[in-house]
């Protein structure tokens, strides 16, 4: 699945001249919001045709809101995981 989302990455963002628009990005911070953009875009925009042509973002919220947790983690990860 990632291999599949790199190469349309590349494709759809990194190689499409209309995502860069003066031939090429001047720096660092172009190219993450381009980056930005491709995946704000990917989740909240783009048709996904497998999922009846809406942005995944609304078919995940259609699917929750019918649909409720049944089961939860038996070991819940504690609030300050990962903290010092």
């Given at each position: 699945?990632?291999?599949?989302?790199?190469?349309l990455?590349?494709?759809?963002?990194?190689?499409?001249?209309?995502?860069?628009?003066r031939?090429?990005?001047?720096?660092?911070?172009?190219?993450e919001?381009?980056?930005?953009?491709?995946?704000?875009?990917?989740?909240?925009?783009r048709?996904h045709?497998?999922i009846?042509?809406?942005?995944?973002?609304?078919?995940?919220?259609?699917?929750w809101?019918?649909?409720t947790?049944?089961?939860?983690?038996?070991?819940?990860?504690?609030?300050?995981?990962?903290?010092?």
């Amino acid at each position: 699945m990632a291999e599949a989302f790199n190469s349309l990455f590349k494709a759809e963002c990194i190689r499409n001249p209309v995502m860069r628009p003066r031939g090429g990005w001047a720096g660092v911070g172009e190219v993450e919001i381009a980056v930005a953009e491709y995946v704000e875009w990917f989740n909240h925009r783009r048709l996904h045709g497998e999922i009846g042509h809406v942005p995944p973002v609304e078919y995940e919220s259609a699917y929750w809101s019918t649909h409720t947790v049944t089961s939860y983690r038996e070991n819940p990860v504690p609030a300050n995981a990962g903290t010092n």
